[in-house]
């Protein structure tokens, strides 16, 4: 059957879907599963799930709804806070500032830490922490995840983490103008800059939301 344009467009990149098929990819895909939308073909949706990007029928999606960012308190013992930074003052009018274009980061970069990473986990965990968005435990507000300028910082558990830098990703970065963020200095063991990797970084986040559940 035919697929309609109109099926096709109710869906668009960045939006988080819940799967509501049958299983599918040998039980990749479940009934209740989240994604985040990254492409929309006729007759299909390619999204972000846990095990990477998969294509469904627009007819097994529907849309989750989201929750407003929560707005978090420092949290003692945290290292994260130390890459928050202060909060950027409110604009001349008054009004909040818009979280994806002025809080200091790229707005693609706010898009992939709250849009496409962060429908792999409850949606409750996405917060800003002085205004930077970030993803955090809904029970212990620990961040695990930060847009920070034009990149991203992931937390990872001690065995994903050393799986990332064996396969090259940094801790280190240097930015135009010659200024250098280490977030082992910064933050400490366990940080990573992100590198837009959907077959791995989603599974990470799950495993890093699980490890600060079981704390």
Known sequence: MMVGVADV????????????????????IRPGDTGAVVKVEPGWVFALWSSGVHSVPPATLRHQATLPPRQLDPVPGDPAWALVGRRLPAPPDGRPRDPYWEQGSHPDVVERVWDELGAVVPAACRAQANGSPVLAHPASGRIFAKAHGT?????????????????????????????????REAAGE????????DRQEPGWLVRAFQALSAR
């Open 9 to 28: 467009e109710r869906f668009r990149r960045g939006e988080r879907v819940v799967y509501v098929g049958q299983p599918v990819f040998d039980g990749i």
């Open 151 to 183: 990149q991203y910082a992931l937390w990872l558990v001690p065995e994903d983490y050393a799986a990332a830098l064996a396969g090259g990703a940094t801790t280190s970065m240097t930015w135009t103008g010659g200024h250098v963020t280490d977030l």
């Open 190 to 197: 366990g940080w990573i800059w992100g590198r837009w990797q």
